[in-house]
């Protein structure tokens, strides 16, 4: 983990602990009831633990208490059934925090799947809820499979086109498995997502080629410039497959076409451009987001332990398969982050200088007891 390690050396070290409490009394101050702020550390600090460094603390003020801040999300949510049958449900979060929609949502899902094998809720008028993989591993955690996906503001250009017209929309599963870890897929239907893109910001560096395109349909890498355009609409990122149809970009076009179906039209919901953020004079307005989560109850077939050991073994046969020339291992998906929640439960989570810096406006803002190593 020596290398995992220095990839991170600029930055500070903190413990989970202490990032938690922090994010949990700056929402409290930003006017997120207590039992919510709760919540939306767990799905934060979840990020964080597992090394997906594009949806944390990084996320907390730009996303979060900043949107609150300018009044386009409501720091109290309140979550209105609008239907509830025996395996399904329909939410309606009123403009609230997406992490408490989508972890009731979740919850009802799950209570459903316990009932009747198979449980499905659907949201609207949410807000990003944070890392998908949050709410799969809750269903996984219970034995069963989990699977949710959200629609976004416009990010992603269809195959052959260059305006910005799909959110980068997560298809994402949990699998529980006889292994220390499930199968977790947790990923954007675009090659890249503007959360990672963040990341390579914060450090300076210039984006990969294939990652972003501008309206000429031409490869952009200047990371600062293409964080701007893409709120503009002057650049858009590239489905899943890359640019064009050679290389399968159609396919990831086709699965964030379904994840903005699924979280649009189950709710009768918003989609696509109705997402933007911005009305006719660019100026903000709310993000009425769409999820869908869905639980199955692997008891209600042949049960949850042969459910498991295939998995776990399908997950092993795959490890042990003939590696490339010059590869000498194999990971399946929720490996690495398993493997960085090993090393940062020891270590704490990295926090880059820019980071740190939006971590003491806002304890300077709020006025919070708090004086970190990396300012000594």
Same mark, same amino acid.
């Given at each position: 983990?020596?290398?995992?390690?220095?990839?991170?050396?600029?930055?500070?070290?903190?413990?989970?602990?202490?990032?938690?409490?922090?994010?949990?009394?700056?929402?409290?101050?930003?006017?997120?009831?207590?039992?919510?702020?709760?919540?939306?550390?767990?799905?934060?600090?979840?990020?964080?633990?597992?090394?997906?460094?594009?949806?944390?603390?990084?996320?907390?003020?730009?996303?979060?208490?900043?949107?609150?801040?300018?009044?386009?999300?409501?720091?109290?949510?309140?979550?209105?059934?609008?239907?509830?049958?025996?395996?399904?449900?329909?939410?309606?979060?009123?403009?609230?925090?997406?992490?408490?929609?989508g972890?009731?949502?979740?919850?009802?899902?799950?209570?459903?799947?316990?009932?009747?094998?198979?449980?499905m809720?659907?949201?609207?008028?949410?807000?990003?809820?944070?890392i998908?993989?949050?709410?799969?591993?809750?269903?996984?955690?219970?034995?069963?499979?989990?699977?949710?996906?959200?629609?976004?503001?416009?990010? +992603? $250009?269809?195959?052959?086109?260059?305006?910005?017209? /799909?959110? @980068?929309?997560?298809?994402?599963? =949990?699998?529980?498995?006889? %292994?220390?870890?499930p199968?977790?897929?947790?990923?954007?239907?675009?090659?890249?997502?503007?959360?990672?893109?963040?990341?390579?910001?914060?450090?300076?560096k210039?984006?990969?080629?294939?990652?972003?395109?501008?309206?000429?349909?031409k490869?952009?890498?200047?990371?600062?410039?293409?964080?701007?355009?893409?709120?503009?609409?002057?650049?858009?990122?590239?489905?899943?497959?890359?640019?064009?149809?050679?290389t399968?970009?159609?396919?990831g076009?086709?699965?964030?076409?379904?994840?903005?179906?699924?979280?649009?039209?189950?709710q009768d919901?918003s989609w696509?451009?109705?997402?933007?953020?911005?009305?006719?004079?660019?100026k903000p307005?709310?993000?009425?987001l769409?999820?869908?989560? +869905? $639980?199955?109850?692997?008891?209600?077939?042949?049960? /949850?332990? @042969?459910?498991?050991?295939?998995? =776990?073994?399908i997950?092993? %046969?795959?490890?042990?398969?003939?590696?490339?020339?010059?590869?000498?291992?194999?990971?399946?998906?929720?490996?690495?982050?398993?493997?960085?929640?090993?090393?940062?439960?020891?270590?704490?989570c990295?926090v880059?200088?820019?980071?740190q810096?939006?971590?003491?406006?806002?304890?300077?803002?709020?006025?919070?007891?708090?004086?970190?190593?990396?300012?000594?």
């Amino acid at each position: 983990m020596d290398e995992y390690a220095k990839q991170y050396e600029d930055c500070a070290w903190i413990p989970f602990e202490d990032l938690e409490k922090f994010m949990e009394e700056a929402l409290v101050h930003a006017g997120v009831p207590k039992d919510d702020a709760k919540i939306i550390k767990e799905v934060l600090i979840a990020s964080d633990k597992r090394g997906i460094d594009s949806h944390g603390i990084g996320r907390l003020k730009p996303i979060y208490i900043d949107r609150i801040d300018i009044g386009i999300m409501n720091p109290v949510t309140e979550i209105e059934v609008l239907k509830d049958q025996a395996a399904t449900a329909v939410l309606d979060a009123h403009n609230g925090m997406g992490h408490v929609a989508g972890h009731k949502a979740m919850e009802m899902a799950i209570e459903k799947a316990k009932k009747y094998g198979l449980g499905m809720v659907a949201v609207r008028n949410s807000n990003h809820y944070g890392i998908a993989g949050y709410y799969a591993t809750m269903a996984t955690d219970e034995g069963m499979i989990g699977i949710t996906g959200t629609n976004a503001r416009p990010s +992603i $250009a269809p195959t052959h086109g260059v305006e910005n017209m /799909l959110g @980068t929309n997560p298809l994402t599963f =949990g699998i529980p498995t006889d %292994e220390e870890f499930p199968f977790v897929l947790d990923c954007a239907t675009s090659v890249s997502q503007r959360g990672k893109i963040e990341v390579y910001g914060r450090a300076g560096k210039e984006l990969p080629e294939g990652w972003v395109i501008d309206h000429e349909g031409k490869t952009r890498t200047d990371t600062q410039q293409v964080l701007k355009d893409l709120t503009t609409g002057m650049a858009a990122l590239t489905p899943l497959g890359g640019i064009g149809e050679t290389t399968g970009g159609y396919k990831g076009f086709g699965y964030a076409t379904v994840v903005e179906i699924l979280s649009a039209a189950l709710q009768d919901g918003s989609w696509m451009k109705a997402l933007n953020g911005f009305d006719d004079e660019h100026k903000p307005i709310p993000y009425p987001l769409g999820h869908f989560f +869905i $639980a199955i109850n692997p008891e209600f077939f042949m049960g /949850l332990e @042969t459910f498991k050991r295939i998995a =776990g073994t399908i997950c092993r %046969e795959l490890r042990a398969s003939k590696k490339a020339p010059g590869e000498d291992y194999i990971f399946t998906a929720g490996e690495k982050e398993h493997l960085a929640y090993q090393f940062r439960k020891e270590h704490g989570c990295p926090v880059p200088p820019s980071l740190q810096k939006v971590m003491i406006t806002l304890r300077d803002r709020f006025k919070m007891d708090y004086q970190w190593d990396f300012e000594k």
